[in-house]
């Protein structure tokens, strides 16, 4: 295990370690924004594959692999993915780790979300069940402490990660101890337990009021409501121009990211909602406004 200063660095040092230019890696489609631009920026060759509802679409990975795709590593975000709120099912997760062992790729399982889960069954990690040593799993405790505490860690073969760990000593001798030290005392008090308690009961709540706002204000658009985590993937209908549905709203004070951000290519006809940030009083009015500016762009009035 290394500690590192919260997951995005555990992910840019596994990737210096792991991806030269021209390396194929595999993403899911969508996924998160800063994934994509720091695997572009180190040259490497990204392929995405569709997600699901219940995670990354297996069978069209095997089918690429079967085609003589050969990538160094596959980056997942099982748990209620960013952007679009997705879990990763059971049989796809003894699925992946199938394929990773048959094609000897390295499956990182990028997990920041793990512990917010308000409904649904928890499921194993892939590392707890790989047997391979093909797993590397990173988290973070700025999803359960606060943002700002910038503390992660990286789990993966002993080997691999003694590899890392020089590579992050020569890049900043250590993390910062001070936001190690505020997070063990949050975990040995029993802090972090009740905080979570807290945050999942509030997620929840947000969850049931943006769904419900949804299909009353906006009831063309589809989206599955998310068993935890922070996001929302909502899809409009086709032509509809999502750069303009994010000014139109941005005019009505409402902040969306656009769906185009997350992907390599299409995706103008959809959006990430993030209620982590907003109470429940403030979701129902900031749909409405949202669905004022969908149909402002179509040219359409908005439903009664």
Known sequence: MLVTNGSMQADAFLFDQLVADGDAVIVERPT????????????????????????????????????????????????FQNPAGYTLSRDKRDALLDLARDHDFVIFEDDPYVALRFSGETLPTMLSLDRDEKVVYASSFSKTVCPGIRVGYLVGPAELIAAIAKRATNTYISPNMVAQSIVHEFCVSGAIERSIETVKAALAERVEALSDALTRHLPEARFTPPQGGYFMWVTLPEGSDVDAIFSAAQDRGVAIVKGTDFLLEGGRNTLRLAYSGVTVDQIDEGVRRLADAVHAVAGEPAPA
């Open 32 to 79: 998160y924004d800063r994934t994509l631009l720091s695997l572009r920026g180190r040259g490497a060759d990204v392929r995405a594959v569709e997600l699901e509802p219940d995670g990354i679409d297996v069978s069209g990975l095997a089918n690429l692999l079967a085609d003589g795709l050969s990538p160094k590593l596959a980056h997942i975000i099982p748990n």
